[in-house]
């Protein structure tokens, strides 16, 4: 139980351009999911928290517009890395808790991002 | 946000032996959590604290839920080269939504 799925694994785009990934629950529903960005050899830096059906609650620092992130459903959730630049490059990993279960949280496997 | 300081960063140490590590904040959690990551994936939930003086096992793994509330252990027996990896601890607070995460612990094992 408790697996969490992430789309794409990884991805390489264009400056400029948009990229969606998705972060999947497969076995359990999320009521809150994380993004977190992670450096090479660095901890988890929490970007956004989504509730399903409200706006995400953004961490300072951490630009809205550019890092779009959409939790429409108890098992799904998006961040769109808008008009990304090769700064943008990354490890970009989810994560979803189900509050009515327990407070632990269950990671996706990552999405590896490289902005050329 | 605030992060935990976890010790030591890294280690290296000989097949067999048995590793200890741990995790202090400023601030009381409810909440504790042990995770594993190896690279290029997500972090994987080893063990979960929710009161203080607890102590959980998970196969060779044990974990403390520290009594101040503000520090959590974490000890591997006996370990092997699949141990190698990233190991973070995160606190939660009842109070709020978020995890707060450690710096982490390199962990090298030896053959």
């Known amino acids: 139980g408790a697996v969490v799925s992430q789309h794409p694994s990884r991805v390489i785009c264009k400056s400029g351009t948009s990229v969606k990934i998705e972060c999947r629950s497969l076995?359990?529903?999320?009521?809150?999911m994380f993004w977190y960005r992670q450096f090479p050899k660095k901890s988890l830096m929490l970007m956004a928290t989504s509730n399903e059906g409200s706006k995400a609650t953004y961490e300072q620092g951490v630009e809205k517009d550019k890092f779009l992130i959409n939790h429409a459903s108890l098992t799904l959730s998006t961040l769109t890395v808008t008009s990304a630049h090769p700064e943008d490059s990354s490890f970009y990993i989810c994560?979803?808790?189900?509050?009515?279960?327990?407070?632990?949280?269950?990671f996706g496997p990552g999405t590896r991002l490289t902005v050329t | 946000g605030q992060q935990l300081n976890q010790s030591p960063q890294s280690m290296f140490i000989q097949e067999g032996e048995d590793v200890s590590m741990n995790c202090t904040s400023s601030?009381?959690?409810?909440?504790w959590l042990w995770y594993k990551q190896d690279p290029g994936e997500g972090p994987v939930l080893l063990i979960a604290?929710?009161?203080?003086?607890e102590l959980t096992s998970n196969g060779r793994l044990t974990a403390q839920f520290g009594i101040t509330r503000k520090d959590s252990f974490l000890n591997i027996s006996a370990s092997i080269p699949s141990d190698v990896g990233i190991y973070f601890c995160a606190g939660h607070n009842r109070s709020g939504n978020q995890f707060y995460f450690g710096t982490g612990t390199s962990l090298t094992v030896i053959p």
């Open positions: 601030s009381i959690f409810n909440t």
């Open positions: 994560s979803a808790r189900d509050l009515a279960v327990s407070y632990e949280q269950y």
């Open positions: 604290l929710y009161k203080a003086g």
């Open positions: 076995d359990f529903q999320a009521t809150t």
